[in-house]
């Protein structure tokens, strides 16, 4: 295996890898030539990093520069969590350049170190050059000696499953090297977890030769990458090259379909069942196609509809689909994971048209303003300027008299969820209301379910703000009474919150001045200080969902 992954289970291997990474930059950057300068000051040995060769070899791996030979090099390791003061692990005082030059370039130790734990070790350099100057540096790096994990004998087959073969199989076998002893043994009953381009992963174990076995069914139209990886073993790390990867990609086969009917006849409103029989060619003869689905789209200009039929275990299909004028249904078996879509077919439908109001709704909100809306459905067409129009209706009793209060045009929409249109007028505070389209030698007329809306009516009598006129800093009181209509008569509406609003003399804004709460007997008062002229109301601005907003008498007070 070649290259090194960073998909490592201990802590903080992805960070070790940066690192050195970094690592290797700055040597490519600092191998100018040493300024004279350094050589005329007795600048002291610079350790760039020390690490590790590779996380299972036990060489340590030295970084230096100075402006005189670097003569000498010791390295000190010290377990990762020792104190400051712990004695050291390992003393290395016998290095090799490895690349370089004398005064600047990487050493590597000699032999390699042999320790009795596995794990991260920090790493103190000595070094000393020809001018006698010395250094004592600890590493930013650490000394990994870990065990290293190598996948061998890896195989995903087949790499191109096809319609007939969809089951992929995986294996392989793992292995560890152990930096104690230098062995290399099978990694026995461990998890593996296998990759796929599938939403879950499959996680399979060795046996006792570190091989391990899987499969599972490639779903995904575009296939993708199959990797491994092991799992259980402490202090170690994962070696992965490209061959440790595979991508399986789905061969697809061709189809074909074949019709019960080119031409057909529905009336307004009825549904058009296309059907027939769709094949796959596979080991050498064309054979029923089981499970696809057939897309069956009939569009225009106005509007589209859908039929999505799947194929039974003979081939045969059949949709329904609802079409609200004459036109042509392109019909295709649809691409999958392993199958091409199939050449297009038409039918002709010949559609003998009608017109519906659906979702119709009317509120009436605090202010008696009704909001009615809906849609109107007219097929794949939308009428002419002079047809397309609803009209809002009301009525008393919601049988007879009905009087048309607002027309609408309603908007662009698609044809299957209808054209929108929405009216707001305003209305009684009771009442039924409908949807009508009159229609034309076009259209049918049609009308939406009748509606019944009410809110109570209420409204505020007595309003005063006084006294009037009132010295400056003296109290204005502003008081009235409210009352609800309910069982033909108006009444005391208590427990209500009433808002104040003050306008001072030449503005044309209102300001907020506070709430009070009507008493049982509907009455309600509050005081201001008198600071300036202006006007004075009462009003229930915020009503509850069942009455209607009311407003006293707008009073005006000279403040002297």
């Not at 519906?356 to 002419?384: C, E, V």
Request: net charge negative; with cysteine.
């Amino acid at each position: 295996m070649n290259g090194l992954s960073n998909r490592s289970r201990l802590p903080g291997k992805r960070a070790r890898l940066e690192v050195l990474a970094c690592a290797s930059v700055i040597v490519g950057v600092a191998l100018g030539p040493v300024p004279a300068a350094h050589a005329d000051t007795g600048v002291a040995p610079e350790l760039v990093y020390a690490t590790d060769h590779g996380p299972s070899s036990g060489i340590v791996a030295v970084s230096a520069q100075s402006d005189s030979a670097i003569t000498s090099i010791t390295a000190h390791l010290y377990a990762a969590d020792a104190p400051a003061d712990a004695p050291e692990v390992a003393t290395i005082d016998s290095f090799r350049q490895d690349s370089g030059t004398d005064h600047q370039g990487v050493w590597l130790a000699s032999e390699a170190v042999h320790l009795a734990d596995l794990g991260t070790y920090r790493i103190v350099v000595d070094l000393t050059d020809a001018d006698g100057d010395t250094s004592h540096t600890e590493s930013r790096n650490q000394f990994w000696y870990v065990r290293t994990i190598d996948l061998q004998d890896y195989q995903v087959s087949p790499m191109q499953p096809d319609y007939s073969h969809q089951n992929v199989s995986v294996s392989g076998r793992y292995t560890v090297l152990d930096p104690r002893t230098g062995e290399t043994t099978a990694a026995v009953d461990k998890p593996v977890v296998i990759h796929t381009p599938e939403a879950s992963e499959l996680t399979v174990a060795t046996d006792s030769e570190g091989k391990f076995a899987g499969s599972f069914t490639l779903t995904q139209e575009y296939g993708g990458l199959v990797s491994t990886w092991l799992q259980g073993v402490d202090n170690a790390y994962q070696v992965t090259d490209d061959g440790d990867n595979a991508y399986v990609t789905p061969a697809t086969a061709d189809t074909r379909m074949t019709l019960d009917s080119t031409e057909l006849g529905v009336k307004e409103g009825q549904s058009a069942t296309i059907s027939g029989r769709a094949e796959v060619y596979t080991q050498g003869s064309w054979q029923p196609l089981t499970g696809a689905r057939v897309d069956a789209v009939w569009q225009s200009d106005n509007g589209s509809a859908a039929a999505r039929p799947v194929t039974d275990a003979q081939g045969h299909f059949s949709g329904k689909i609802l079409m609200p004028r004459t036109g042509t249904v392109e019909v295709q078996s649809a691409r999958g994971t392993y199958l091409k879509a199939s050449p297009t077919a038409q039918v002709k439908v010949h559609v003998a048209r009608k017109t519906s109001i659906s979702d119709f709704s009317a509120s009436l909100n605090k202010y008696s303003q009704l909001t009615a809306k809906g849609r109107l459905h007219t097929g794949s067409s939308t009428p002419g300027d002079a047809d397309n129009r609803v009209q809002l209706q009301y009525s008393a009793d919601g049988t007879t008299g009905w009087t048309t209060l607002k027309t609408v045009t309603p908007g662009s929409g698609d044809p299957e969820a209808g054209a929108p249109f929405k009216g707001t007028f305003d209305a009684p505070y009771k009442g039924y209301y409908r949807a009508y389209f009159k229609g034309s030698a076009e259209w049918q007329p049609s009308y939406s379910p009748v509606l019944y809306v009410k809110r109570t009516k209420t409204r505020i009598i007595d309003g005063n703000a006084s006294p009037e006129p009132v010295a400056k800093g003296r109290t204005i009181t502003v008081k009235g009474k409210l009352q609800k209509y309910t069982s033909s008569a108006w009444h005391a509406y208590g427990s209500q919150t009433v808002k104040v609003l003050f306008r001072p003399k030449g503005s044309t804004t209102w300001y907020d001045m506070g709430n009070t709460t009507t008493r049982s007997d509907g009455t309600f008062s509050r005081g201001y200080t008198a600071q300036r002229d202006g006007t004075w109301v009462a009003e229930l601005l915020y009503p509850d969902s069942t009455h209607l907003a009311s407003a006293g008498r707008e009073d005006y007070v000279d403040v002297t």
